[in-house]
């Protein structure tokens, strides 16, 4: 029910299985572009999509998710993770139907680095 947000409806009557709807959680970033300032250094090292990628992932979501934030393609942003992945700069754990990305330690470090200069 995300274009009834806030309210909850629940239905009860006798002709009717008893039913509740809700807003799903996260509806209130659901129209927001996530921007974040990409190191020139590590767009550099990495590509300026890839950087940005890196940059964004401060929690593990889905390629879906990550193409909604950033304005890249779907398989763009597919083929990216899975080089990152293949790189150690990624990690991906399944949650039910979808692949959750975040980032390595090793990506951690190379923000740290390409931030603080």
């Known amino acids: ?3 009834t947000y806030p ?8 002709d009717w299985q008893p039913t509740l709807r809700y807003p799903p959680r996260g509806i209130g970033t659901l129209w927001e572009r996530h921007t974040v300032d990409v190191p020139e250094a590590l767009g550099a090292l990495v590509g300026r999509s890839r950087a940005r990628l890196l940059t964004e992932m401060e929690e593990p979501a889905s390629t879906q998710e990550r193409a909604r934030r950033t304005g890249l393609t779907p398989g763009g942003v597919s083929q990216h ?4 992945r293949t790189a150690g700069l990624v990690t991906a754990h399944r949650t039910g139907r979808f692949v959750l990305y975040a980032r390595s330690r090793v990506a951690e470090a190379l ?7």
């Open 1 to 3: 029910m995300v274009f």
């Open 7 to 14: 309210r909850v409806f629940s239905v009860t009557s006798v």
């Open 81 to 84: 993770l899975s080089t990152m």
């Open 111 to 117: 923000i740290d680095a390409a931030t603080s200069r």
